[in-house]
């Protein structure tokens, strides 16, 4: 699976939007991007993912290039709860790919403040 | 059940004894993966299993470290000669097969509490 590049940390403002960049230059076609975040003492939890289209769910919003190259997770209106390390992963998915591992970077340390 | 169920959720045990952590996935869900996480670090892979293949131990960091699956269901991951390096949280995942959500690329994981141990 490709390798994804992310800022470590990011601060932003209690109901402002937070944009969460990611770097993926090797992604493959057959590639999804998949966000998780990582709240302090609890599990890993699913945000979004996409392949080529712009994604959009009751969470976040995942803006992906044309060139699929790179991509951003958007909180629209963060709140103090959306502290935690955000986590962007590109795993290949489908018949013949590989299910297997989901290998987790740094990720980046978003704090919300007010 | 609803949700990943991981047990104990906390476990201090003495150097050199045997521990057993207990995964509890989402019925129906046919992958289980286990991932540690030391003290402020990421998630480290450790093993994945998926329906009845062969399961995926290149994560696993030694052999005192092992982990089956019974019915395909329930996961028990057994660390032999516990060492201080192995306190970490133990994290349990499971997602479902994913032929059945090839289309979506779905299959997302869902994560379980985890299992923090410490070893004196």
């Not at chain 1, 969460?20 to 709240?39: A, K, M």
């Not at chain 1, 995942?62 to 502290?83: G, N």
């Not at chain 2, 995964?23 to 402020?40: E, F, V």
């Amino acid at each position: 699976d490709a390798k994804t590049t992310q800022p470590p940390s990011m601060d932003c403002a209690e109901g402002r939007a937070a944009n969460l960049p990611c770097n993926h230059s090797t992604i493959s076609g057959n590639e999804y991007v998949y966000w998780y975040r990582q709240i302090h003492s609890q599990g890993p939890q699913y945000i979004i993912h996409g392949l080529k289209n712009n994604e959009t769910n009751e969470m976040a919003s995942l803006i992906i290039t044309e060139d699929r190259k790179s991509s951003t997770l958007i909180l629209p209106h963060a709140t103090l709860r959306d502290t935690a390390v955000y986590y962007c992963i590109v795993r290949v998915v489908g018949i013949g790919g590989s299910q297997g591992n989901l290998i987790f970077g740094k990720g980046t340390k978003l704090s919300v403040k007010p | 059940g609803a949700g990943v169920s991981q047990s104990p959720s906390n476990k201090v045990t003495e150097k050199g004894k045997d521990v057993e952590l207990r995964c509890d996935p989402i019925s129906g869900h046919t992958a289980l993966y286990w991932y540690r996480q030391s003290l402020g670090q990421g998630l480290e892979f450790l093993i994945y299993f998926q329906g009845n293949s062969a399961p995926d131990k290149s994560g696993l960091p030694s052999d005192r470290f092992s982990a089956e699956r019974t019915g395909g269901s329930v996961s028990t991951l057994t660390i032999q000669r516990t060492q201080q390096e192995d306190s970490a949280v133990y994290l349990c995942a499971s997602s479902p097969y994913f032929r059945a959500v090839l289309s979506s690329g779905a299959n997302v994981l869902t994560f379980g509490a985890g299992s923090r141990l410490t070893v004196l």
